[in-house]
């Protein structure tokens, strides 16, 4: 029996791969001090700032992904600095600001090596997919974890109702995000791996 083969990105840091950190770095970044990333409907909230960090992964590969990753987590601990509430005390931590972040970009990766094969563009549209609700388990179930009393949780008592409204406002706005993850992340990826073909 053959065992599919994947072919993985070498994790060398190339000039080209430095170049792509600090361009993508820099939009998430921009996406977060213009608040442009973050999208308010209702009481709904829905963020892109990752979506840079996904279009890292799929393009330059797991390391390139992290590390951008990193850098938008990074931002997001000096968002909670800066703009201090109860929520944002849990950014504080960096296993719900950073470790989630970092997983995004590797995670986008290895789904789209793993189905560039059989569904070659539809590869990108489901690791961006897939990368976006990485974001959203992992700083949500990071959050539940580590910061129960965010969500208005203390010993011997259940959730409050404003934890439950929160979670539910975070879990309709991470259908947001994973769609405009797809509707964003594909044309810019195809766009940009046909340009470096050519």
Do not use: D, W
């Not at 990074?74 to 719900?96: E, R």
């Not at 388990?137 to 011997?156: C, D, Q, R, S």
């Amino acid at each position: 029996m053959v065992k599919p083969s994947i072919k993985l990105k070498k994790s060398k840091l190339t000039t080209k791969k430095i170049a792509t950190i600090g361009l993508l770095s820099s939009i998430s970044i921009l996406l977060g001090i213009t608040r442009l990333g973050f999208i308010q409907i209702n009481v709904v909230g829905a963020t892109i700032m990752h979506l840079p960090v996904i279009a890292a992964g799929i393009l330059e590969g797991p390391l390139v992904g992290a590390i951008v990753g990193l850098i938008f987590g990074v931002f997001s601990m000096y968002q909670a600095l800066s703009a201090p509430s109860i929520v944002a005390t849990a950014f504080l931590n960096p296993l719900v600001s950073v470790v989630p972040r970092i997983l995004i970009g590797i995670v986008s990766y290895y789904v789209f090596a793993l189905l560039k094969k059989p569904l070659k563009k539809g590869s990108i549209s489901v690791a961006a997919f897939i990368g976006s609700y990485t974001n959203t388990i992992g700083v949500i179930g990071a959050i539940y974890l580590l910061h129960p009393e965010v969500l208005g949780i203390t010993k011997g008592q259940t959730m409050s109702e404003m934890g439950k409204i929160l979670l539910a406002s975070m879990g309709i706005g991470s259908i947001f995000e994973a769609i405009l993850a797809c509707l964003i992340v594909t044309p810019i990826v195809v766009a940009i791996q046909k340009i470096r073909k050519e």
